[in-house]
């Protein structure tokens, strides 16, 4: 699969599972996916672009990040040397426990990961079609009252006061400036049903 003149195969190999293994190691307190991706983006995720990153290179790097992690934790546990502790909010190198090895059920997240075709399988109107799911049951239950809530404002008010609300969130949650993408995505998409539902 290419992105942008990215060959997805020559990312996914033994010199980018090391550059993966180099940032956990250099952030032994662990760090968060998107803290990742910037520090292989010049290297490795460069069809990202300048932010906002576009949702589906931004799911192309997400799903080759998590390839790479779910390798380095089957060869650390399979090695006994440690557990890669893959969280939403925190990834990061905890000590080897026999218990981390025993396999009790199936990881549905490991195998989709770990399987190449589900993100050749992806296209970007699927990423589409998944983020404009996210809104359709908050339209369907009052999505205005939940749009609001998600800018911290309630009925009565206006379109003025909805973007400066807009302008002071989006800086203040701009992956550039310390951010979250997933938070600065569910503000622009509360903003466009608000503004465009009138």
Partial sequence: MKYKGIDNCTIIGDAFFEAVSSVLDQNPDGLSEHEM?????RDWFAFLGDSPWQPHALFCAHFLLFHALYRLRDAAREARRAHLDIGPLCIRWLPYRAADSAVATVDALREYYLDLANLEATSAQDVDALLASFWSPLQRN????????????TDPVDDALIKRTYRQLAMQHHPDRGGDTQRLQAINA?????????
């Fill in 142 to 153: 009052d999505g205005r009252a939940a749009a609001l809530q998600e800018l911290g404002l």
């Fill in 190 to 198: 509360a903003v466009n049903l608000l503004l465009n539902s009138a």
């Fill in 37 to 41: 991706l910037r520090l292989l983006q």
